[in-house]
C-alpha cells in the first residue's frame, strides 16, 4: 500500500529552528509537495520538490531524498504565526497525490 | 478577488436529505477535486476532474456526485446524508492537472464544514 509518515505534532520556541520529517512508500513518485494549514482555514501551498537536495524559500527549505523516501520542512526563525499543521504530499506514479496526515506545530513564546 | 470559493461555508442538516456544495475557481484551471478532511485532520481525496476525465476515490460512496457545468464550476452533491459525513469539504483547482509536475500545485477553497445530526 501506500503510506505517508510525519510526525503528528511538535513543540518550538519563537525565533528557534525547527524540522519537520516526511518519509512515504508510494508506487513511483512524481514529486512532493509541502502545505501548511492555518486551523479552521484551508491548506496553502509552500513547496514543491522532484530533485533531490534543498529548496529555499526565505523562512522556509524543504529537503528531498528519492532514494531514502524522504523530506523536510525546515522552518527558521520561528513566528508564532507559524503555528499550523504541515502537510506533505507525494504526486505517485498514476499522478495521484497521497497525502499524509499533516504535522501540528505549536510555537511557544 | 478569491481564487476558490465555496458555498455554503456552514451547512447543518439532518440525517436522509440530500444537499449540494458549490465551488468555483476564477484561476482559468483545467482540473478540480474535492476534498473531505475529518476530525483527525486527515485530508482525503473524493475526485478530480477535468474536462476530459472523472477520477473517484473508489472508496467514496455512490451517495456522493460530482457535477460541473463547465470548467469554472465542480459542484458536490451528495444524497441520504449520514451522520459519518460531517466533516470539512475543500474544493481546490491546479493549473495542469496531475500530470504537470509544479502546476499541479492546488489552490484550496475556504472550506464547507458539513454537520449531520
Known amino acids: 500500500g501506500q503510506n505517508i509518515d510525519q510526525p503528528t505534532e511538535m513543540t518550538a520556541t519563537e525565533g528557534a529552528i525547527v524540522q519537520i520529517n516526511c518519509t512515504y512508500q508510494?508506487?513511483?513518485?512524481?514529486?512532493l509537495f509541502w502545505y501548511q494549514q492555518h486551523a479552521g482555514e484551508a491548506p496553502t501551498f509552500l513547496s514543491y520538490?522532484?530533485l533531490d537536495g534543498l529548496e529555499e524559500k526565505g523562512r522556509f527549505s524543504s529537503f528531498l531524498s528519492r532514494s531514502k523516501g524522504y523530506s523536510y520542512l525546515l522552518l527558521k526563525e520561528l513566528q508564532m504565526k507559524d503555528s499550523a499543521s504541515y502537510l506533505c504530499?507525494?504526486?505517485?506514479?498514476?499522478?495521484?497525490?497521497?497525502w499524509g496526515a499533516g504535522t501540528k506545530l505549536i510555537i511557544k513564546p | 478577488d478569491t481564487a476558490v470559493s465555496q458555498t455554503p461555508k456552514y451547512l447543518v442538516t439532518q440525517m436522509g436529505n440530500d444537499k449540494s456544495i458549490k465551488c468555483e475557481q476564477n484561476?482559468?484551471?483545467?482540473?478540480m477535486y474535492w476534498y473531505k478532511q475529518d476530525s483527525k485532520k486527515f485530508l482525503k481525496i473524493m475526485f478530480s476532474?477535468?474536462?476530459?476525465?472523472?477520477?473517484i476515490n473508489e472508496t467514496v460512496p455512490n451517495r456522493f456526485s460530482p457535477k460541473s457545468p463547465d470548467k469554472a464550476h465542480l459542484n458536490l452533491h451528495i444524497n441520504s446524508l449520514e451522520l459519518g459525513d460531517s466533516a470539512v469539504y475543500f474544493c481546490?483547482?491546479?493549473?495542469?492537472?496531475?500530470?504537470?509536475?509544479?502546476?499541479?500545485?492546488?489552490?484550496f477553497g475556504p472550506g464547507t464544514r458539513l454537520t449531520v445530526t
Open positions: 481546490a483547482s491546479s493549473q495542469g492537472g496531475s500530470f504537470a509536475g509544479e502546476s499541479s500545485e492546488q489552490y
Open positions: 484561476l482559468g484551471h483545467d482540473t
Open positions: 476532474y477535468n474536462n476530459k476525465e472523472l477520477i
Open positions: 508510494t508506487s513511483g513518485f512524481n514529486g
Open positions: 520538490n522532484v
Open positions: 504530499a507525494v504526486l505517485d506514479s498514476n499522478y495521484q497525490l497521497i
